[in-house]
């Protein structure tokens, strides 16, 4: 996801929040259901991926019982309809490249879908390993500018185990392994550091840096994959 602005998404995200609870907790049980499957445990202590959504689900809101439920469908305890994971691959404008996850009971729709949405905003689907190449599994931990020492706590991550430390106008983005999220999470919660959101994510070794308007064209682009009911996660090169 290199450079696509994370604030805004968290931003975004919190929009969502107000004006379609149902909508965000339905992508929300989406991904918990398929880091269950991905992680090949239902237990959040032994899957680092479904302690992470769980953590962001409680953060947003989500009620226990919306959650145990999609880890009961996750686990197939529920002996609901199977949800499967898609991995999409595609190109937006201005030779950006974007990777999709979604979680879907009809691959058909939801292929056609994305096609759609990627034709309507000067983009196209790509083939299976067209742009993945680029992407790498990472933590990413957002935390918020505040009147404490940022210094003290860039230091922190590193001594935590950090692979990356960032800084930008809204504060912190710190990078992890995967599998270290929740422990440099909490070290940099005893340190003192309001952190806005901790996820796993895909970073794009390919950054592409835009124009304004270029900017404003690709960031509709992705608002709309985001969108989609199937849809749990967007990924993208473009330097938002």
């Keep these: 996801m290199s450079g696509h602005s994370k604030w805004s998404q968290i931003k975004r995200g919190k929009g969502l929040l107000d004006a379609k609870r149902g909508a965000l907790f339905s992508k929300l049980a989406k991904k918990i259901s398929i880091a269950v499957k991905e992680g090949g445990s239902a237990d959040p202590a032994f899957n680092f991926k479904l302690k992470s959504t769980i953590d962001i689900a409680r953060a947003a809101g989500m009620p226990n019982d919306n959650v145990d439920r999609a880890i009961k ?46 034709s309507k905003h000067g983009g196209s689907l790509g083939a299976q390993g067209s742009v993945a190449w680029q992407f790498t599994t990472k933590g990413q931990i957002l935390i918020e500018r505040s009147n404490d020492d940022m210094a003290a706590l860039e230091l922190a991550a590193i001594d935590a185990g950090a692979e990356d430390v960032r800084e930008s106008s809204e504060g912190l983005e710190v990078y992890t392994k995967p599998e270290d999220l929740s422990r440099i999470k909490e070290a940099l919660m005893n340190a003192g550091a309001k952190i806005a959101q901790a996820e796993i994510i895909k970073e794009s070794s390919q950054g592409v840096d835009l124009m304004e308007e270029q900017k404003a064209k690709v960031d509709l682009l992705f608002a709309e994959l985001d969108n989609d009911d199937d849809v749990i996660a967007v990924h993208t090169s473009a330097n938002l």
């Design 73 to 118: 469908k996750g686990s197939g305890a529920d002996g609901g309809m199977a949800i499967s994971e898609a991995i999409y691959e595609g190109y937006g404008p201005f030779g950006t490249a974007f990777l999709i996850e979604a979680a879907t009971d009809n691959t058909n729709r939801t292929v056609g879908n994305i096609k759609t949405i990627f």
